[in-house]
């Protein structure tokens, strides 16, 4: 039985015509982009979380207020009966009646009292605030830090310029860094997500996180670099309208 896993790696699939993986030793170990290099994103997602820690904690609180971020007063839930569970929120109309005897309040009562047990769990406009200036200074640092890296680069002009003599494109210290600190961010994000703001697209975006991570590792290895970094680029620029509008939206 003859295995079909080494034409997985075939030059003709992941290279130009007449260039070999071979080509990529004509770089040097300092301008050749190594998979080991991605165990430095790890330590620099633990960082982010911490600084992220300080910045919501410490920073984010203040800024909203300057901006009118405020938190809406809230009632208070009366004392819990032991009959209404608080993770009991949806009853159907033929156990109501079971409700109201069990807790000798009316339907009025129970249904007030499930509606101000929800609202209580909601987060805060201050923490959501924290949660997407988190995200917008970072999109913001990252996009402008991006485009003094590239900015004099001939391929941020010239996009045939990302393919010449490729795979044989020599890596600076400071793309190496863009890209790290790219993956730990996104790293960050995912270490967090579980206790993070919970959204109806949770899934949606543990698996955007994940396909991210995916996508910079490749495009790292593959030294996909040139290309790669005008798409961070780009999408940090997005990314940057997107934070703004949401807050915005909320105020």
Excluded at 210 to 217: E, R
Aim: net charge neutral; hydrophobic share 40%; with cysteine.
């Amino acid at each position: 039985q003859v295995s079909l896993l080494p034409d997985v790696w075939r030059e003709d699939y992941w290279l130009p015509s007449g260039v070999t993986w071979s080509d990529m030793e004509r770089l040097s170990d300092s301008e050749r982009p190594r998979p080991r290099d991605l165990f430095t994103a790890p330590p620099l997602a633990l960082g982010f979380v911490a600084l992220r820690y300080v910045f919501e904690r410490f920073v984010a609180p203040p800024m909203g207020r300057c901006l009118g971020v405020n938190d809406r007063v809230t009632v208070g839930c009366p004392t819990q009966n032991i009959y209404l569970s608080p993770g009991l929120w949806f009853w159907f109309q033929s156990e109501m009646m079971s409700l109201m005897e069990s807790s000798t309040k009316t339907q009025r009562q129970i249904q007030t009292w499930f509606r101000l047990r929800r609202n209580q769990d909601r987060p805060s406009q201050t923490t959501k605030f924290g949660e997407a200036a988190w995200r917008f200074f970072f999109y913001l640092s990252a996009f402008v830090g991006g485009l003094s890296c590239l900015i004099d680069r001939r391929w941020f002009w010239d996009h045939r310029e990302c393919w010449r003599e490729y795979p044989v494109q020599p890596m600076d210290s400071a793309l190496y860094w863009y890209y790290m600190l790219e993956l730990g961010f996104y790293g960050s994000l995912l270490l967090r997500i579980s206790v993070d703001i919970k959204r109806k697209d949770f899934k949606e975006q543990v698996i955007h996180h994940l396909a991210t991570i995916f996508l910079l590792s490749f495009s790292y290895c593959a030294n996909y670099i040139r290309i790669g970094t005008l798409v961070m680029l780009l999408h940090d620029s997005s990314d940057i309208l997107l934070e703004v509008t949401i807050e915005m939206m909320r105020l």
